[in-house]
């Protein structure tokens, strides 16, 4: 009893992956239930079909159309009535590269666009801890030394293992960081590859980090619910560079 039901189960999960990879392939959920019944029937009429995957007779016509019309099933006519089939599977390899030409063809467009778009000024909250990791893995795009300002024992410890992952991608790419921390913070940082650290009194510490890199300022408040303000800017960023210097001056050792 105990094998059938593990036998179930990964007939059930492998369905439910056949599912998803025709889903990917543009369609619906009911051409997804029709196609798949086709493929195990074989040639069937529209009742058959019907009563095998529990859906409404006419809602099945409507997929049929469909599957027709994107050229994954065909009909023969026998005594006069309309026997469905399935396509071979090798027909949706042909409808995702279809789909990959078509994208090809706009994308050097759409990259002029969001270059242009990129080149504006822009402000963009991020929120929570996943919201956190998507502002930090912009680090890494960017590619251009890092530097923070105020940062916070607290990000240690609310993305422990995210920054172990950043911190490998960080080396591998080669990108250097330069890290203001409050003395509370001696001896815990000191080893981190391709970093300079420098420590202010525990008097300016906070919650609060500012992270310049390229062409961006991040805000980041590390508290119970973080919050990150991402300002793109050539200009804002270079007011910080500045101020970050400054600092860099008066921090010590």
Known sequence: ????????????????????????????????????????????????????????????????????????????????RKYFEGANPDKLLGIIKEKERGISLILAELKER?????????????????????????????????????????????????????NKKRIKGKIKVKIVFSNRAKGKHEKVPLSEIKYLSDEYSGPAAINIYGDNVAIIHWSEKPIGILIE????????????DLIWRIAKK
Do not use: P, W
């Not at 999960?13 to 195990?40: C, D, H, P, R």
């Open 114 to 166: 969001y270059k242009k778009s990129k080149m504006k000024e822009e402000i963009i909250v991020f929120k929570g801890k996943e919201g956190l990791k998507t502002l930090f893995d912009d680090q890494i795009k960017t590619r251009k030394e890092i530097l923070i300002l105020g940062a916070s024992t607290a990000a240690d410890e609310m993305l422990k293992y995210y920054f172990l992952e950043y």
């Open 1 to 80: 009893m105990v094998t059938t039901i593990f036998k179930n189960i990964n007939y059930l999960s492998g369905m439910q992956m056949e599912e998803k990879f025709l889903e990917n392939a543009g369609l619906t959920g009911g051409e997804v239930k029709v196609y798949m019944a086709l493929i195990e029937l074989g040639q069937a009429l529209a009742g058959k079909i019907a009563e095998k995957i529990g859906m409404h007779r006419r809602s099945v016509y409507d997929s049929l159309n469909r599957l027709i019309e994107k050229g994954l099933a065909s009909y023969v006519i026998i005594k006069d």
């Open 233 to 244: 800017s050539e200009g804002i960023a270079a007011s910080y560079r500045k101020y970050f």
